[in-house]
């Protein structure tokens, strides 16, 4: 024990002389209590590349605070060892718990910057990200050329292998697939190769070498020179899955599993429009009867709705996926249709019986528009005016009457309602360009009338959450599954219009917004285009927004779980491709709108508090504190076990414990677990100074070096 004592003594300081640390009573302190204080703050070192720049956004997302430096800016931040760590109250201080780079070394040869980088990774423990590095032997690996192999990966199926599931990958079931979107682009390239031989190189994902019947390494964890490295060794960006399925890992790892902020898996699916009919595209006149832009004489509504069979067909749904969906309902639906069919209506009598199977959104009793009153004699539509000029707007006697008779109606049918939610039709009473360039002034009387706290919003018009009156919106993605469609054919029609050049018999959308996403080269089959296009496109589109740390709800309409029942494939493309990829420990969180609003309006609030400096936290040994306003909500993740007071802290998620916890201005002392080891600040595996130039690398003559390192002539 004491000679273990006496090498961490004389290992911190090394450090104090190595890093140019003050003397004299701090360092008296320093020697006394030798563990070091380590910032919950990550260095990300940017050379303007995609992965660098993803591994910023998944911190960015989760609330985990991060540094950038970007290495093509001039009169940038010079990295030395006063930029990497100085004392606070006479203990050493590590200002980051991890260093992202560009690929193992994006530096010129001998540059002081690496070198300070080596000895303060060294000293402290801190690990590194090789975001996106040239499989070569500086970075523990073979260069592709002996037996391994360089190309594009598209298409390709990745393992994660046992270490990676025991170490930071824990929560994936093993495979992770990479994307190929578009069999005409190059998404994916990756250097496939095995460890060098003698080594200390865990592989923590791999894929096959084309052509051999061995694999190489992707992801793997490379320790050497007192060091740890996470190596990477295939370019990604924020938004492909593969990076996706393997962000969370790479954080954990960076940090040992102890950073601010949280990262969950979310999907939360509203129907719009239950117990109401919605009315179908007609093929022929390229328009939708009943609609305000569909003004042919011609135009006969043929109305779509839900039947017993299809709530039935739901709840079965549900039970089999374990998850729930949420109806936003007009009641109005169901007394006009017990009005015109003498009393009698089957879906409104099966959807009651089977209430409790669902979750309940007030949609307002008519669906009406509730913003200003539209003048339809032209087309588009726009808002009328009064003699003076001024706008026509719904009034909040009328706003107010739709949202209390909807709720009347909905307690009277014994719906388990939220009386906080609200979702009107079309978002209507929030601006809508170009039309409505502002709110109804109305709307937000109406909703502090009813003591609204959470408004549904189009989040392709407004991604971000914003005040309207007393509420606040919670933004939601639109499925591109119509409204107006319930069968297959009719869907595929629709979408042909929209997203076909004029000459092609469509609206030419994409030709006016050549930067539309979805724009089809030519119509696809009404036969096979739903399944074979829409559906792969729509799933990966959602899933994307699920593996994305989102929490913001998908909606779809009542129409789309009616005939051909359209949503299902969707739905099931996004669950069953979860539940294939993900562990146990890592469930679907599934949550109603006012606690995505509540979610989303934390996040916003911490965001706010990183931004302007106001939160601190480190980690001395076991203990964690951190300090931030009063009442500001602190977000973290820590290892299971953790305690906060005495008391389990956090909720488990993905191997991990993680949560809201309020602030009273003092600071939070968490204690971690005995199993979460500090970080091995002094160890050592070989002679190498803790100064000096980093290591560099000479490619071998005939080896390119795709990535651009730095090579001595």
Known sequence: MKRTLRTTVLTVGALIAALGLPAGPAQAEAQADPTPRVDLR???????????????????????????????????????????????????????????????NPFPAGSAE???????????????????????????????????????????????????????????????????NDPAIGESYAYLSQPVAGADFTPYVEAAIPGRSAKGTLVGEYRHDGRRELVVTFVYNRYQQQFRLLARGIVEWMTGGVHLGASRNYFSVHVDDVFAADDRWNSALDCTPGDVDCTDPNATPDPIRMTPA?????VGWQNDKDFTLDFAYNGAGSVDHRQDNGGADPLADRLIARRGEFRWINHTYSHPFLGCVQDTTVVPWKCAVNADGSTRWMSRDAISDEIATNRVW????????????????????????????EDNPNLALALADNDIAWLGSDNSREPGQRRVGPATTVPRYPVNVFYNAGRAAEQVDEYNWIYTSR?????????????????????????TGYAAHIVPLETRIALGHVLANDPKPHFIHQSNLAEDRI?????????????????????????????????????????????????TAYRVGGTVTVEAPDGL???????????????????????????????????????????ATAPAAGTTTGPAPATGPAPRTRVPAGVTDPVGHSTDG
């Open 567 to 615: 949503a299902y494939p969707v739905l099931d493309g996004v669950l069953d491709g979860y539940a294939a990829l993900f562990a146990a420990n890592t469930p679907l969180v599934n949550p109603r709108m006012k606690d995505i609003g509540a979610e989303l309006e934390r996040r916003a609030e911490w965001q706010d508090a990183l931004r302007a400096g106001q939160v």
């Open 410 to 437: 909905g307690r009277g049918a014994g719906l388990p309602l939220d009386d906080g939610e609200l979702v009107t039709g079309e978002h209507s009473g929030m601006k809508v360009l170009p039309q409505q360039p």
């Open 310 to 314: 299809d709530v039935d067909h739901a």
């Open 503 to 527: 000459a092609q018999g469509g609206s030419g959308i994409c030709e006016d917004h050549p930067d539309t996403t979805t724009c089809l080269p030519a119509p696809l089959d009404t036969a």
């Open 42 to 104: 990550v260095l990300v070192v940017s050379d303007g590349g995609p992965s660098t720049d993803a591994i910023a956004a998944e911190l960015a997302a989760a609330g985990t605070p991060y540094t950038r430096i970007d290495l093509t800016q001039s009169g940038r931040t010079v990295i030395d060892a006063g930029f990497l760590a100085d004392t606070v109250d006479g203990r050493p201080r590590a200002r980051f718990q991890a260093v992202v780079l560009p690929n193992d």
């Open 633 to 675: 909500a602190v977000t973290a993740t820590l290892p299971a076990g953790t305690t906060l007071a005495g008391a389990a802290y956090g909720e488990a998620y993905a191997g991990a414990v993680s949560g809201w916890t309020p602030s009273t201005g003092t600071p939070l002392t968490l204690t971690l677990p005995a199993s």
């Open 114 to 180: 690496m070198a300070a980088l080596a000895a303060y990774e060294r000293t402290y423990g801190i690990p590194q990200v090789d975001a996106y590095t040239y499989a070569r032997p500086e970075a523990g690996l073979q260069y592709p050329v002996h037996g391994g192999y360089s190309g594009s990966v598209d298409g390709a199926r990745a393992e994660v292998t046992a270490a990676g599931r025991a170490g930071p990958f824990g929560y994936l079931d093993g495979p992770v697939p990479f994307e190929d």
